[in-house]
């Protein structure tokens, strides 16, 4: 287990604490410091830097409880031993977490330390979580019971611990190991390495039966591509047989149109004398009129009028917009007042508001106050009222309160002289001690004589005879002395408690003489009327202070300059209301409101004005531009005097002509055509002899014309297309058959190994699951032991804080408690508060005894048993003391176990806060 000791705080700022440092040492540290003084602060400080902070946004979130009012960051400094060697924790934390800091140092080198669970420290120093910390050694004020959630990890720990002997080593989280190695096989969702395997083999089953059927279906496609090609051969015979016959045709149809050859070339004539008439008429000069000239100036004249069409367009804009600008000038008329405001009238009206508004609550604030005063000072007057001998007892309260005191004194010292040293003494005894005294010194003066006498005559036996006198004399002279000046000391003591008496008898006759003056029939009357005039006094003296500092708030203000200003401010608005027929100042900012949306709206109208006119000078520039550039082109036409609107008629008369021509044209290209087709620069032999070898071949077609041919070869060689797709694709298909696909024998050898590593795993799956179920039932068994164990000590320490004669303890899986008294078995939550309390150390000490065996931990509590009485109080520190823990860290606001611990001899480290 580990050795841990908390040793000293260094608070810099936390919550309300700054430069706040305590040392701690070993064994019981008793830190006493009344309410406010930061106890709770100074617990959580260490909790903190131990366990980090809380950032929730729930009820309490310690970063906001404890962050500074002043504004610095939470700082300060843990030094905590640990296994022999200081560390220091080094912490800061900021306003969100990504501002905080940690730093683990050596105490004596300084060098930081790199350790597991660094921003949680305390997982390393006490090798526990948060929820266990304060579980078990973290006992706030108000906090002893416990309630398990899934954080904490007692149970498991002390489960561990029973099992194999080292709370680290889990059985649940062997456990935990198997089920995620069974998961990793086999996953619900199927996603295991078991689950993956079996599917694979499922995929290569599927696999290896494609690869046969692609087998079998590349036999048919080899068989079908044969049987294509052969029909490909046929198909592009045929096209060349009816290419044969379709020239057979052709040369018999030359025959027949040597005939129209010269109707084609007198038709050829009589196009070219009309084609050269219409181009004399297009002819400009030297040069000629085209279709894009006609359209460039065509295109100019479009946008010339669609600029026309524009400038209407903005014209009426224009009038539109004019017209409303004159409507919005009429109503801005109607609050010509505004405007002979000058600027920030709005402002100034806001303004206006706001200040008789000020002014009424300060006006209102002064009444209100001048009136407090006046209940304030009935109330001392009623109070005067009520005091008996006020006048009387205010002139004279100093002197009687120093007589009172005088009294008090005396009495006191005169009741300390009666008890400690007494006050009578027979006179008798001191003459007779006087007596006793004189009859030493005569015996001894006698017996000197006798003594140098018998010495100076060398009188043996009378000189020995002499020493036991010499001795009983000088006892009996220390004795009769001590006697009387103890006689004198009580004479002396005597005469100062006669003088003492004297002066108490002075004292009461002067205040007998305050007692008749107040009327009182008693000393306690007499009393009882001073303590009223002192509560009048200081009620008086309260009363008066709060009537000052009314008077001095009063005072601030200058009531006539305020009301002054308030009424001008009154007579101001009360103008605005008559001016504008409104009854409230809200009324007035709605007209300015609407003032300044019609101002806005009436400018915005001059704006767009102002921009559609300009915008129509530019459109008039621009159509004087284009229309000069019109005029330009056509006075080649000799159409300058033309209308722009009317001169697309004219164009288009040119552009009829030119279509004409155009047309005339192509006829003459068409006849020229034609008759080169016809003769194709050959004679009538060379027909002769072609037709010989058309007819030379078996050719057996009955088509009468080339048109029927020309279907028949465009037929065929469509389907020539056609075969040959299919060719193309038979042999793409052929050849990229094992494309991506693997061969059968690497498939079948894929699929023996996959078997293979399916058993293995499968075998693994099995024995993970009867480890799993053989752990699990061991677990439950060690469970089952350490619940008994657990009651026992719980049930025995609750008996040590009770004295009760409770016979068992029993704690379920949530820790709720069960207790049996007198045979009955009742819930813990019955108990009394303090009972409960009880109850509930008990099972932390238990949980402590079990996780931290040798106790080398500090154990911390704040309050913890502010619900106790001073008996159950002695007991549970007791208890305690006897648990025999490495540290305590006890924070309280009660002197109670202060004592206790005095009285128990007990030793301990006292630190009080200030």
Known sequence: MNDTLIKKVNIEFFAGLKGKSLDFTKGFNLIYG?????????????????????????????????LPLTGEKISGELIIEYKGKDYIIKRSFGTTKKDDTCVILDEITGEVIEIEHNNEPGKYFFDINLATFVKTLFISQLGVMVSKDKEEEIMEKITNIYNTGDENTSVSKVIEKLEKRKKQLVAIRKGGELDLLKEGHNSLKTELWEAYKLAEENVDNEENLLRKKQYKVNIKEQIQKLDLYKKYIKKVKIQKDYKEISNYLIKGEDLKRKQEAISEELKKGDDYITFEFLDEINEKCSRYLSLLDVKQEKLNKLYELQDELKEKNEN???????????????????????????????????????????????????????????????KHRDEIEELLNFYKEGLKELKYKIESQGYSKPECDLKNSHKKTKFVYLIGIISVCIFVYAIINQIIPVVIACIPLFIILIRLYLRYSVAIRNIDFIKKNNQSIKNLKERITEYENKLNLYINETKASTYEEFINKLTKYDKYKNYK???????????????????????????????????????????????????????????????????????????????????????????????????????????????????????????????????????????????????????????????????????????????????LLKIEKEIKDLEHLIEKRYLGKREIPEIEEEILINNEKIIKLDKEYKSLELASEILKESFDEIRKNVGPDLNEKVVKKFNLLTDGGYAEAKISEDYKLKVRNNGVLFDGEILSNGAKDQLYLALRLSFINMLFKNKEVPLFLDDAFVQYDDERRKKALELLIKEDFSQIIFFTCQEIEKVILDNASYEYNLITLH
């Open 541 to 719: 003296d309260s009363i008066s202070l709060v009537i000052k500092n009314k008077e001095d708030e009063i005072n601030k203000y200058d009531i006539t300059e305020l009301k002054s200003n308030y009424n001008r401010n009154k007579g101001v608005i009360a103008s605005l209301y008559s001016v504008l027929s409104c009854t409230s100042l809200d009324e007035v900012l709605e007209q300015v409101e609407f003032y300044e949306e019609l101002k806005t709206n009436t400018n915005r109208r001059e704006y767009e004005v102002n921009g559609i006119k300009q915008e129509i000078e530019n459109i008039n520039e621009q159509l004087v531009d284009k229309e000069d550039e019109i005029r330009k082109k056509v006075s080649m036409l000799g159409l300058q005097e033309v209308e722009i609107v009317d001169l697309h008629i004219k164009l288009k008369e040119y552009k009829d002509k030119m279509n004409k021509m155009k047309e005339i044209k192509n006829a003459l290209e068409n006849v020229e055509e034609t008759y080169k087709v016809l003769l194709k620069d050959r004679n009538i032999d060379e027909i002769k002899e072609e037709m010989r070898q058309i007819i030379s071949q078996d050719i057996n077609y009955s088509y009468e014309s080339e048109e029927e041919i020309d279907v028949e070869i465009r037929k065929q060689s469509n389907e």
């Open 34 to 66: 009344k309410n406010e003084q930061g106890k709770s602060s100074i617990e959580n400080f260490i909790k903190i830097w131990l366990y980090g902070i809380d950032s929730s946004r729930g009820k309490v979130n310690e970063r906001k409880k404890y």
């Open 332 to 394: 801005m008329k109607n609050y010509s007042v505004f405007s002979s405001m000058g600027n920030n009238f709005k402002e100034k009206i806001y303004t206006l508001k706001v200040d008789v508004k000020n002014m009424e609550e300060k006006l209102s604030d002064i009444v209100n106050i001048q009136n407090s005063i006046s209940r304030l000072k009935m109330d001392i007057s009623k109070e005067a009222k009520g005091t008996c001998n006020l006048e009387f007892i205010e």
